[in-house]
């Protein structure tokens, strides 16, 4: 049975750890999970990094040139992605994903734990014993420690108490007599020295890029003690010598643009989440060419806005004035909300007093959330 006996069936394939889930950078991550979704079997991040675990920073390359593409099949998840990676045909990983195959994958990388490099053996930092002394009143047989401790003792031996009791300075004595002042700037930090663009070949660059995660944070890193500033003309002339340019923008237009879903069309706060300043992230979607799609991307959640399914949605935007004004739409939402409330509140009968409580009945909604929402808008009535 496949279950009885895993082991045979995963001989070929690098189901070990490599390194710890949260050392996957982060960008690598999120281009396996796009894949992943665009690949019809969409995964949450912390099964993505376990997956991508089983492979070696060396790897990380590779992982972005195959989740930059199109998934040739469905359905590809996480562990398909390190399948293929190992050298199983697309087709193949996709009926293992179908199937269930990959669960027993999970398992075996449950019961792995990953190396880490500088351990060492605990028995070798306990001292050994100290050897007890003689009897009082009988001589140190001939090479007990005991008998050699005078003549490795030294001649001003000291006692517990005396080396830790505080030292008192002498009368008349300088500060610097009792204790030489440490050197002036022993403990500064100081940037190193950058080394020219020119001379950073195309294995130093693409480990530069794994580490940052796209160009602007590689920018901003290559232009941290440098004299003079570091343009992102001169970086592309550099990645474009060296091979990287195509690679690294491709990897950029997918990690961008799913930022942008993720924070459903909001720029503030998708170049937070890429670590980037709002007008480099104008200049970086510039550059791609991607302002139609990013604009595109914008419109529909503007629509999605300005007519949601719901009433309950409707309210809770409301609360949201930066992410409304972030597109560009917080006064035409808050006019065509305030218009719809005073009608159903002009056709709910009853009370002036109880009409509140039979609106939000009427719509479905928390009558908490309506007497905010009628507050905010100025339509409460008395």
């Not at 019809?40 to 593409?69: I, M, N, T």
């Not at 990645?239 to 924070?263: F, Y």
């Amino acid at each position: 049975m496949l279950h009885a006996h895993p082991a045979p069936f995963f001989m070929n394939l690098p189901w070990t750890r490599k390194r710890n889930a949260d050392e996957v950078p982060t960008p690598v991550a999120v281009a396996v999970a796009d894949f992943c979704r665009r690949g019809g079997a969409p995964a949450a991040p912390a099964e993505v990094r376990d997956a991508l675990s089983a492979l070696g920073p060396e790897d990380d390359l590779r992982v972005q040139a195959l989740a930059g593409g199109e998934p040739p099949l469905q359905p590809l998840g996480p562990y398909a992605v390190v399948d293929v990676l190992a050298g199983t045909a697309p087709g193949l990983a996709a009926q293992r994903q179908a199937s269930g195959y990959y669960q027993l994958a999970r398992e075996l990388l449950a019961r792995e734990q990953p190396t880490r490099q500088g351990a060492t053996d605990s028995r070798a930092a306990v001292p050994e014993p100290a050897a007890p002394p003689p009897p009082e009143g009988l001589p140190a047989r001939a090479g007990h420690p005991a008998a050699e401790a005078p003549a490795r003792r030294p001649a001003a031996a000291t006692t517990v108490a005396e080396r830790i009791a505080p030292r008192r300075r002498p009368a008349g004595a300088r500060p610097s007599e009792v204790q030489p002042a440490l050197p002036r700037g022993r403990f500064t930090q100081l940037p190193a020295e950058q080394p020219p663009l020119e001379g950073l070949d195309a294995a130093h660059l693409s480990d530069l890029l794994v580490q940052h995660g796209h160009r602007p944070a590689l920018l901003r890193a290559l232009s941290t003690g440098r004299t003079l500033e570091l343009t992102p003309r001169a970086l592309d002339a550099a990645l474009e010598r060296a091979g990287l340019l195509e690679g690294i923008s491709r990897h950029e237009r997918t990690l961008l643009l799913a930022a942008l879903e993720e924070q459903r069309g909001a720029l503030g706060r998708a170049a937070w989440s890429l670590g980037v300043r709002p007008a480099e992230l104008a200049a970086w979607v510039e550059g791609l060419g991607l302002a139609p799609e990013v604009e595109r991307i914008r419109e529909r959640f503007r629509r999605q806005a300005l007519a949601p399914a719901h009433w309950t949605a409707r309210l809770d935007l409301l609360g949201k004035r930066k992410y409304l004004e972030d597109l560009g739409i917080s006064a035409d939402f808050e006019r065509a909300l305030s218009r719809d409330l005073r009608h159903a509140l002009e056709t709910t009968e009853g009370p002036p007093g109880e009409r509140t409580g039979a609106l939000a009945s009427r719509l479905g909604v928390a009558p908490e959330s309506l007497r905010r929402g009628l507050l905010r808008l100025g339509l409460l009535p008395p």
